[in-house]
C-alpha cells in the first residue's frame, strides 16, 4: 500500500464531531481488530493506522483537548518510530498546544491542508470496513472520511500477491511482448475464442460443509453470518447456538446498566453446557423462545441476529452480550421465516396464520400485513432492490408484492406441492422457487412468466441461492443432495439455442442426511450446512414441522 499527500486542504467546518472520549478506546479496538485479519490483507492494511493516529492527535488539538491529545499520543505513538519517514513527524506533534503551532510546524501544517490518501486494494479495503463496522468505530470513520482518501484499487491475482512484501504496489513484472492482431484474420480468431469463453460453463464451484453434530437435540436451520465468523442454528429444543468459525473466541461484553441478577435455571443450564469460562466460550448458547426455532438470520454487518419460532415471536440478539434486547409480536401462529432486506431497515416474516408481514428494527408492531394466500406462508424473500418481496405458499402457489403499498403484483403457479425455498438473481430479473413437487422453476418477473423448469432432486427442495454473477443456481434438498445449475443463459452471456436442455454440472451427496441450508459468497465459495447420518438417526421425525 503507498501513501502520498494529495493538494486540497480541508476545511474546519468539515471536521468531525467532537468524539474526543472515544478516540482512544476506538483506535486501540481497531488496532487489534486488525491483528486478527488474516494475510495477506492485514499488512495491507496495517499502514493506515498511521495517518489515522496523526489526525486524531491534531483534531483533538484544534479541539483544545491537549491533554487527551497528549494521553492518545503517549498510548500510540510507539507504533510509528520503526519508520523514518513516520517518525519525524510523529516526533513533531507533541511540539503543537495550539493551531497557530501545528501551522508553524511544516509537516504538521502539509497534514492540515491536503487529505492523505491511501492506496488500497478493494478486498483489503472491505476487510477494513468490517473492522470499522464489527469494532462499532463511528468516530474513526468520520476521521477517516473528513480527512483520508481511500484510492481503491482494482483487488490483484492470487500469484502476484504472493510475491508482495509489505503490501507494497510496485510490483515488477517480466517485460514480455504481447503479440497484438494486426489484420482481420487474426481479429476474427480473438473474437472467437472470447465468444467460446463466454459461452462455456462457468468455472466450477467450491464448497464449505458445516456438520453440526448435536446428540441431545436437532438443528432445524442454520446460516453462516456475512463476515463468515459466526454459525447460528436454531434447535427443536427452543434454543440458538452460535459457534465462532475463527480463531477469536466468543466474548460477552458486560452490560451498560448495572442491574440486579436473577439466577434462573438457564443461567445454570448454560454454565453446564459451556465449560470453562462461561464468558469466554467458542459457542453460545442463546435462550428466550419457548418453541423450536424455524430460522435465524443474520444482520448484514454481523452485528445482530433474528429468529423467529413456533412460539409466534420473533426475537432480535445482541451480539456483543448474546442477550435478546427487542420482542417483536403480531402474528397469532408459528412464524416459518425471515428475511432482511439489504438496503433498508426493514425485514419481513411469513407464517402458519397465512399471511406475511413487514417489520422495522425500531418497532415491534408490524407496518404491513400482506393477505392474499389461501394457506401457509412458507418463505419470504426480499427483491434485491428492496421494492418487492415474494412470498411462497403451502397453497402451490408464489406472490410478489409491493413493499411499500402491500399489493399482490403478481401470482405464479404452477408448483403441484408446497413451495418451500425461493431465492431472487442478482441482477433481479428472475426468481427461482422450489417445494414439494421436487421441482425447481425460474420465473421470468417482467412477463411473470415461467422461464424454466429444473428436475434433478428425488425429494422436497429445502434450499436455493443464485451466485453472485447470476451464472450458478444452488439448490439443496431433503435427500441430502445439493445440485449446482449451470444457467449461463439467464446472465445473458451465453449464445445456447432455447431448445437445449439444462443439465447439473455437479451433484454432492455427502454424508449429510439433511441440508439445512446453503449460501453463496465471494470467490464463487458456496457455503452448505446440514445435518450428518448419525445426528439424523437419533432423532427420527423430530423437528418436523407439523400442522395445527
Known amino acids: 500500500m503507498a501513501t502520498w499527500a494529495e493538494c ?9 464531531q467532537d468524539d474526543s472520549q472515544h478516540y482512544e478506546e476506538q483506535f486501540a479496538k481497531l488496532q487489534d481488530l486488525l491483528s486478527q485479519v488474516p494475510a495477506p490483507h492485514g499488512s495491507k492494511i496495517q499502514p493506515v493506522l498511521y495517518p489515522l493516529f496523526v489526525y486524531i492527535h491534531l483534531h483533538l488539538v484544534r479541539s483544545g483537548r491537549k491533554s487527551m491529545a497528549d494521553a492518545f499520543y503517549g498510548r500510540f505513538h510507539s507504533l510509528f518510530l520503526h519508520d523514518a519517514g513516520q517518525r519525524a513527524t510523529v516526533e513533531q506533534l507533541p511540539c503543537a498546544h495550539t493551531t497557530r503551532d501545528i501551522r508553524a510546524i511544516p509537516q504538521l501544517c502539509t497534514f492540515l491542508d491536503s487529505r492523505y490518501v491511501v492506496r488500497l486494494q478493494e478486498d483489503s479495503y472491505d476487510y477494513l470496513l468490517r473492522c470499522l463496522q464489527s469494532g462499532s468505530c463511528a468516530a474513526l470513520c468520520r476521521i477517516l472520511s473528513a480527512y483520508i482518501h481511500m484510492d481503491l484499487q482494482p483487488a490483484a491475482r492470487a500469484d502476484l500477491e504472493l510475491g508482495a ?26 473474437c472467437d475464442i472470447i465468444r467460446h469463453v463466454q459461452d462455456g460453463p462457468p468455472s466450477l464451484t467450491a464448497l464449505c460443509v458445516y456438520s453440526i453434530h448435536d446428540t441431545a437435540r436437532l438443528p432445524i436451520a442454520a446460516e453462516v453470518s456475512p463476515t463468515r465468523r459466526l454459525l447460528a442454528a436454531g434447535f427443536n429444543s427452543s434454543c440458538i447456538r452460535l459457534w465462532s468459525l475463527c480463531a477469536p473466541m466468543l466474548k460477552a461484553e458486560p452490560h451498560n446498566m448495572a442491574v440486579s441478577h436473577m439466577h434462573l435455571k438457564s443461567d445454570f443450564l448454560e ?39 413456533e412460539d409466534t415471536s420473533i426475537r432480535f440478539w445482541d451480539l456483543e452480550t448474546f442477550t435478546n434486547t427487542v420482542l417483536y409480536q ?12 439489504s438496503y433498508s431497515p426493514f425485514f419481513a416474516s411469513a407464517s402458519h396464520d397465512r399471511t406475511a408481514r413487514l417489520w422495522a428494527f425500531d418497532r415491534t408492531y408490524p407496518l404491513r400485513i400482506y393477505a392474499g394466500h389461501l394457506s401457509d406462508v412458507d418463505c419470504i424473500r426480499f427483491h434485491p432492490n428492496s421494492s418487492c418481496l415474494a412470498t411462497g405458499s403451502t397453497d402451490k402457489t408464489v406472490r410478489l408484492w409491493s413493499t411499500q403499498q402491500g ?23 428472475y426468481l427461482a422457487s422450489g417445494g414439494e413437487d421436487h421441482q425447481l422453476k425460474i420465473w421470468d418477473l417482467a412477463s411473470g412468466t415461467l422461464f424454466e ?4 432432486h428425488t425429494d422436497s427442495i429445502t434450499s436455493l441461492d443464485f451466485s453472485p454473477d447470476g451464472d450458478l ?20 452471456h451465453g449464445t445456447a439455442p432455447a431448445e437445449v436442455s439444462y443439465e447439473v454440472p455437479r451433484q454432492y451427496t455427502g454424508h449429510l442426511s439433511t441440508v439445512l441450508g446453503l449460501q453463496f459468497v465471494s470467490c464463487n465459495l458456496l457455503l452448505v450446512t446440514g445435518v450428518p447420518q448419525e445426528t439424523q438417526e437419533h432423532h427420527v421425525g423430530s423437528g418436523e414441522r407439523q400442522g395445527l
Open 165 to 190: 512484501s509489505g503490501g507494497s504496489p510496485d510490483l515488477e513484472l517480466p517485460s514480455r511482448s504481447i503479440p497484438l492482431a494486426h489484420d482481420a484474420v487474426d481479429l476474427k480468431n480473438l
Open 330 to 341: 403480531g402474528h397469532g401462529y408459528p412464524v416459518w421465516d425471515l428475511d432482511i432486506s
Open 473 to 492: 443456481l444452488a439448490s439443496a434438498s431433503m435427500d441430502g443432495s445439493v445440485c449446482i445449475w449451470n444457467l449461463q443463459k439467464l446472465s445473458g
Open 407 to 429: 399489493d399482490s403484483v403478481r401470482l405464479l403457479m404452477g408448483h403441484r406441492g408446497a413451495v418451500r425455498s425461493l431465492a431472487f438473481s442478482s441482477d433481479g430479473k
Open 453 to 456: 423448469e429444473l428436475q434433478g
Open 8 to 16: 486540497g486542504g480541508t476545511n474546519p467546518d468539515d471536521a468531525p
Open 271 to 309: 454454565n453446564l453446557e459451556n465449560t470453562g469460562n462461561s464468558h469466554v466460550s467458542d459457542s453460545r448458547v442463546l435462550r428466550a423462545h419457548c418453541g423450536p426455532v424455524y430460522r435465524t438470520r443474520f444482520l448484514p454487518n454481523s452485528s445482530g441476529l433474528l429468529s423467529c419460532s
